[in-house]
């Protein structure tokens, strides 16, 4: 069983930047793809960036294009969410997700990120 812990969370002002981490485990960045989710109040849960095995692709939201950036450690273990210029509308759930097949997909439990004055 893989278990994914996010963390860097937390109250940030218009502007601000924050930068979340999901930390596996177990080693899975040459197997699993990485996505990074988000679930505002009211709203269903978009992804909004992912990263596949190996590095090999990385993908952004409209959203969040030039805004976010998706990034792994060396050890392969956490995979970071680096977030820019953040908006009110960024206020949300974020939550990591590793997936290798219908069988291997695993959630973090979540981690409030708010944007306000």
């Known amino acids: 069983q893989l278990q994914l812990v996010e963390s860097g969370g937390g109250l940030v002002h218009p502007g601000g930047s924050l930068r979340l981490a999901c930390e596996a485990s177990r080693f899975i960045l040459d197997y699993y793809t990485i996505t990074w989710f988000r679930q505002a109040p009211g709203k269903e849960r978009e992804g909004i960036s992912y990263?596949?095995?190996?590095?090999?692709?990385?993908h952004y939201a409209d959203a969040v294009k030039g805004l976010f950036t998706i990034s792994t450690n060396n050890a392969k273990t956490t995979v970071y969410l680096q977030m820019d210029s953040l908006i009110p509308e960024d206020t949300a759930v974020y939550y990591c997700n590793a997936y290798l097949n219908e069988g291997q997909d695993f959630w973090g439990q979540g981690i409030q990120v708010t944007v306000s004055s």
């Open positions: 990263i596949t095995p190996n590095d090999e692709n990385k």
